[in-house]
Every structure is written in C-alpha cells, then in structure tokens.
C-alpha cells in the first residue's frame, strides 16, 4: 500500500522556540494532506487541510499564525509550531490520499514534547 | 462531530472471532462506511471499507445492515496484534476527504 512517512517522528523543544514536522508521500503525489493531533487518551482532532500551491484551511479553533503549513510540492506538507508552549505537546500525524483512492493513508505520527 | 457510536471498549479471548458494533443512523446515501484501526503511539491503519453489501480482505469482515443504520467489523481469528483502538468512520467515497473520528472502540485481546 501507500506510504506517508513523518520527519521527526520525536521532538523535544523549549517554550519559546518553534518545531517544523515533515509529511511525505512516498509513493504517491498528494495535492491535499491532513493535519491530525491527538493528546493521551484522545481521538485524533482534525486541524488543517493542506493544499497544494495554496493556503492552508484550518478547522475551528485553530490558530493559523501559530500552526504553519505549507504545502509546496505534491509530495511535502510541513507543520510549524511556532512559540511552542507545554500545551502544545502532543502526538501530530499527517494522512493523504493517492488519487482517486478510497484508502487514506496515515503517518506514523510525530510525538512533540515541549518543556 | 462524528457521526458515529461505538462502545468504548471491547475484550475478546485470542483465537475468537472480535466483533465490533457501530451505529450510524444518520448516514446519507453517498456515505461509506470506513474503519480504522490506531495501534498504541502509531498512525491509524485502513482496514475496510463498505457501501451496502458485506465486505471482506484479508484484514477483516464488514457487515453492513439492509437499512444502513449499523454496521459490525468482524475479525475472524484475533491475535494480541489485534490490541487496538477501532474507529468507524462515515464519509464519501472518493478523493481527499477529511476524516472524523469519533472516540472508537478499545479492543483489547486477552490470551
């Protein structure tokens, strides 16, 4: 099946600084990827679609100047956090579907810890 | 929201059949029914998918009701491998659709 990888997949980084998480699609060009977190104990919480070449739709309560996607290739979308802070730790996973798949293909997920 | 109901939690004996219940009583016509499955601190995993007719891989089995309301994943023969949070998912079925997940079921396979 498809692949999506995710670079790092742990960071641990200091309140204040900012952290860029990686999302590629191996195998396939992905024109829209899915931003994903989930804190212990949770279900995954939807918090952007990534688009190809355009800006990035965030779901309610989601900052974007705080979460910064980018999506400038059809195989690369990254997320910033910017100004980390303790609450933001969390386990982030991307997904994407190769064209005209039924199957949405999920990350391994990037554990950020922020002390 | 999701717009689907699971139980929180299932346990099952390795080696038995796991049978996990979903209700979606909302779903609409163009809608299929997805499950997913999220090992501890990994990804969630794509396990079957299905319209109206029972569905079958080598992963699992779905059962889909006549009126569409509920669904049951079957796994034939667990194993501890099988130890995993299982979420049904309503949505269209082609392209880059968002994903709702609702809380899922806890399946926990005892040996």
């Known amino acids: 099946g498809a692949v999506v990888s995710q670079h790092p997949s742990r960071v641990i980084c200091k309140s204040g600084t900012s952290v860029k998480i990686e999302c590629r699609s191996l195998?396939?060009?992905?024109?829209?990827m899915f931003w994903y977190r989930q804190f212990p104990k949770q279900s995954l919480m939807l918090m952007a679609t990534s688009n190809e070449g355009s800006k990035a739709t965030y779901e309610q309560g989601v900052e974007k100047d705080k979460f910064l996607i980018n999506h400038a290739s059809l195989t690369l979308s990254t997320l910033t956090v910017t100004s980390a802070h303790p609450e933001d730790s969390s386990f982030y996973i991307c997904s994407a579907n190769p064209p005209a798949s039924y199957e949405q293909y999920f990350g391994p997920g990037t554990r950020l810890t922020v002390t | 929201d999701a717009k689907t109901t699971q139980p929180p939690s299932m346990d099952c004996a390795e080696g038995r059949a796991a049978n996990l219940p979903c209700n979606h009583s909302t779903i609409s016509g163009n809608e299929y029914v997805y499950w997913y499955r999220q090992i501890h601190s990994q990804g969630p995993q794509y396990i079957i998918h299905?319209?109206?007719n029972n569905e079958t891989n080598e992963m699992a089995s779905l059962i889909i009701t006549e009126d569409r309301k509920s669904s049951t994943l079957i796994l034939p023969h667990a194993t501890l491998r099988d130890t995993a949070v299982y979420y049904c998912i309503v949505r269209v079925a082609k392209g880059a659709q968002k994903l709702v997940f609702g809380q899922g079921t806890r399946l926990t396979i005892n040996p």
């Open positions: 299905g319209l109206k």
């Open positions: 195998d396939f060009q992905a024109t829209t």
